[in-house]
């Protein structure tokens, strides 16, 4: 936009979702998946999709414009290296990322003006529930929701351990370590490391699968639960990815000292997430804290916020190990 006048930056951002969402409508009808052998025209692409043929023809001309698909010959369109990304099996896919984004993620934007009225949880409202109970009750879109997940945060986990010693380390719990992902990725960096994977029962039987199949069912136990209650104890650093921004202060001071209470003393606490810096610089952190607020209630913080957060759950900040994926490694050591 930096070519843009003021003007039309802004009109550019008013429509933006006009974009966000036709890349939703071509992810969930697999136009992507269906071009894998080549160009198709797009009548035969609409009998694959079971959709309106001149309308599929607009979509896919409109998508054309932004690089995503190429119009080629008599209403033919072919892959491009950004149609690439909506394949479902091809490496780094973001197309879980952009079913979870053009359905949860855009209806509760859509109530944006209600929680910055209320301070209320869109989604809640909008559904009835939190996002993760509803998530609990339909594998199908959970499944989607830890790909999504994976797509998004996935490069994280190399930018945490080029940033963070786990070496120290006998036993790392990762607490709502979700699929298992990242627990994974750090056991196998590091071989004399064991692993406790704790979440809630059906988020843990979708994370057995892939441990076993990782080969680490012998070095990582599992064990379901709230962290609102009660975490596994004999570990020597409890690790909170993305978890602590899912929540109120009340409810993430609840789950800090959940973990305070099974922590040794020598044991260390360290919380992943984003960091908000001061000023207008352009940051990530400050956009997700308003998708926290619309969809689980929750927040992104200031390290001073995260200071006062540890001090009220019996913890002092020690350091902040910032990294080079726009998260840092929060360490907490009991007191």
Known sequence: MADLSPRESLSSMIVAYW???MVYVAAKLGLADQLVDGPRSSEDLAKA???HAPSLYRLLRGLASLGV???????????TPLAEGLRRDAP???????????EEHYRAWGDLLGSIQTGESAFDRLHGKPIFDYLAERPEQAAVFDAAMTSIHGRETKAILDAYDFSSLRVLADVGGGNGTTLIQILNQHPNLNGLLFDLPNVIDRAKGAIETAGLSGRCKVASGSFFEDVPRGADAYFLRHIIHDWDDEKATTILRAVRRSMASESKLLVIE???QPGNEPAFAKLLDLTMLVLPGGQERTEDQYRRLFEASGFQLAET?????GVSVIEGKPV
């Open 19 to 21: 974009t966000s969402q």
């Open 49 to 51: 999709s079971g959709t």
């Open 69 to 79: 698909f190429r119009e080629e010959g008599d209403q033919g369109f072919a892959l």
């Open 92 to 102: 780094g896919s973001l197309w879980a990322m952009a079913i979870m984004m053009g």
């Open 274 to 276: 984003s960091v908000i």
């Open 321 to 325: 190990t910032p990294t080079l994926a």
